[in-house]
């Protein structure tokens, strides 16, 4: 694909370039951290289909993306069943997506590997469509408050992720015994920290507050801090694999989410530090942009694939040095084999 030879993306070309992670490190996918999950939609389901999000409320969900027939989700199928095994006694639950053109594929799949687990033929790609990637297999990680906390390759999906999840389960969904705590546990749940700490200061002076109140005040003052730390790790990673674009909105959410505590001000400083340099914004550009090209082009025609190739290629004229660019490629090369299928005028 063309490169720029202009004087800023020269300068891109020096800050942006990067040598490829490898498949298990990165979503190679749009960015939908944080996104409530859509519902999912398939033609048909085997086992039981599964229920709206809200019923999902209070559960972590995996949401794992396979072509039965194709060798790559066939060997992850064995890392799925691996985790589902794990986390079976934990309010953990695994659903299926095959994506496949035959129906016959997936039911010959789920005849012979049974796997314990609702499957949806996705055969129109309705759902996939909803959770976009460039790659299969793929899984993300929904949290017991419907948000996408995390997607990838199910090979870097660690314990630790799946436990924060189960562990906001005390916020998104507490017991009975949870009284006057319940604002503060919702606060939390939504990530509202500082209204969570100054609800939390309150139980800790209400005499009618029962130890269930008190816990979930002490969980909160635990969790801030530490959610901070994990919000900022990740944020400073793709700072460091300058993937400014989606650095920038990393901590874009950590400014709505830590604003009028402790650590509003580290994120402003950050934020500040970052837009000073001329590159920031302009990878950021370059990222919003490659969203709407993978996002909101129509795909249904083949001169609609047609445009959308060009209008990649043009894309990468302007921003074929910046991080994105893998992940633009590998948009082309999957709507390229889109368009072998759309019958010629």
């Known amino acids: 694909m063309r490169r720029a030879t202009s004087v800023l993306l020269a300068l891109a070309a020096f800050l942006c370039t990067f040598a490829p992670a490898p498949p298990s490190a990165r979503a190679e996918i749009v960015d939908r951290i944080d996104e409530s999950a859509p519902e999912l939609e398939c033609a048909k389901w085997f086992g039981d289909a599964p229920a709206k999000w809200e019923k999902f409320r209070g559960r972590v969900v995996v949401l794992h993306f396979s072509r039965p027939e194709v060798v790559t989700s066939r060997a992850a199928a064995g890392s799925l069943r691996d985790f589902a095994k794990k986390w079976a006694t934990k309010p953990v639950t695994v659903i299926e997506v095959a994506l496949s053109v035959e129906e016959a594929s997936v039911a010959a799949y789920v005849s012979r590997d049974a796997p314990p687990w609702p499957v949806g033929h996705d055969a129109a790609g309705a759902t996939a469509a909803k959770f976009p990637g460039t790659s299969v297999p793929r899984t993300y990680l929904i949290g017991p408050d419907g948000r996408i906390f995390w997607h990838a390759h199910i090979l870097a999906l660690t314990d630790a992720m799946v436990q924060e999840q189960l562990d906001r389960i005390a916020f998104v969904a507490p017991g009975p015994e949870v009284k006057l705590g319940k604002g503060c546990a919702r606060a939390a749940g939504d990530m509202r920290w500082a209204d969570a700490l100054a609800a939390a200061a309150k139980l800790e002076t209400d005499a009618k507050a029962s130890d269930a109140d008190r816990e979930i005040a002490r969980q909160v003052r635990a969790e801030v801090p530490r959610a901070f730390q994990v919000d900022l790790g990740r944020a400073e990673k ?7 674009g989606l650095a920038w909105r990393r901590f874009e959410r950590m400014l709505v989410r830590f604003k009028g505590t402790v650590h509003e001000k580290a994120v402003q400083d950050r934020m500040a530090e970052l837009d000073a340099k001329e590159i920031v914004p302009f990878c950021r550009k370059g990222q919003d942009r490659l969203d709407d090209l993978m996002t909101k082009w129509p795909t249904r025609t ?39 299928t759309k019958p010629k005028r």
Do not use: C, N
Request: proline share 2%; charged share 40%.
């Open 238 to 244: 793709l700072v460091t694999e300058r993937d400014y």
């Open 302 to 340: 083949r001169s609609d694939v047609e445009k959308l190739i060009v209008a990649i290629d043009e894309w990468d004229s302007l921003y074929g040095e910046t991080r994105p660019a893998e992940r633009a490629a590998k948009f082309r090369e999957e709507m390229t084999a889109l368009l072998a």
